[in-house]
């Protein structure tokens, strides 16, 4: 009989880790402190695989709607008391990668 391992899943390429996100933050000047609790410990709730989390709008009713409008968010959950924090993710992916080859740049030898 042939054991199979279940590997967890990977976190999504389209979302920063944790600590690209704090290094981001830090640079724009974000305070990183829980408005709840004035911790500075989160917790990256990356998605797996392809996936992202959204905010999706509904129908004032509550309906859902088929393909609704969405933003793409990334989570934070503050390790001492839950606090749930997002952050839109297009702009910030983008700012991110800016910030890196903007730093990959500064890094090359110059001729």
Known sequence: MTETTTQPP??????????ELMHYFESVGAKGTCPCCGQNNW???????DLVFAYVATKADGGLLVNPP?????????????FVRQHALK???HKIQ????????????RA
């Open 10 to 19: 990977q976190p999504s390429p389209l979302e920063p880790s944790a600590v």
């Open 43 to 49: 917790l990256s709730t990356r998605a797996p695989h």
């Open 70 to 82: 969405s933003i793409p968010v990334t989570v934070l959950i503050c390790e001492n008391c839950h």
């Open 91 to 93: 702009p910030l992916v």
């Open 98 to 109: 800016t910030q890196k080859a903007s730093t990959k740049a500064d890094d090359e030898p």
